[in-house]
């Protein structure tokens, strides 16, 4: 019996560490993945045809430079905690904390319940000045609500 549970907590150690190594191998992908829309932005020759080409251009760059700058981060903050055993099991207990998973779930309930009023006000808003915007946040509010009731609908069933 005292075997088993043992092994078990090795294995969720072993699973946890698993988990940090995915992550970071996605942080590594968002490095490259900024990297990619750093260059592909310098190397972008705006045509006439784009009222405000220099701009998205100054854009891309800036969101790829913060993808570099963000993703680089995390991928140092993986690696030093994948070489840290302590630390490592530190942040699997606080990372399976009940209270910050509530925590995590309230925020990002409330976030979206804001976000979809402000979008709706601002949907209202564009409707009286320019038509392309309405459907364009209409289309986001629609598929918005499908996410939310399709994300609502598996975890009904799953949990």
């Known amino acids: 019996m005292l075997a088993k549970v043992l092994s078990q907590a090795l ?16 942080s590594i992908l968002g ?16 045509s006439g045809e784009l009222e405000f080409a220099s701009f ?16 680089a981060f995390d991928v140092y903050k993986k690696m030093k905690l994948l070489k840290n055993p302590e630390q490592l099991k530190r942040s699997k207990i606080q990372e399976k904390d009940e209270r910050q998973a509530l925590i995590g779930m309230k925020t990002s309930a409330s976030t979206l319940m804001i976000m979809m009023g402000l979008e ?13 915007v309405f459907f364009t946040l209409l289309a ?15 975890y009904s069933r799953r949990i």
Do not use: H, Q
């Open 140 to 154: 986001v509010l629609v598929v918005l609500l499908v996410v939310m009731i399709g994300c609502k609908t598996y």
């Open 31 to 46: 490095v490259m993945l900024g990297i990619i829309v750093i260059v592909i932005a310098s190397l972008w020759k705006p």
């Open 56 to 71: 998205l251009k100054g854009v891309y760059m800036g969101t790829g430079a913060g993808l570099v700058i963000i993703g």
């Open 120 to 132: 709706y006000f601002a949907l209202l808003l564009s409707g009286m000045f320019n038509s392309t």
């Open 11 to 26: 294995l969720s150690d072993a699973e946890y560490t698993k988990t940090i190594k995915n992550r970071r191998n996605l």
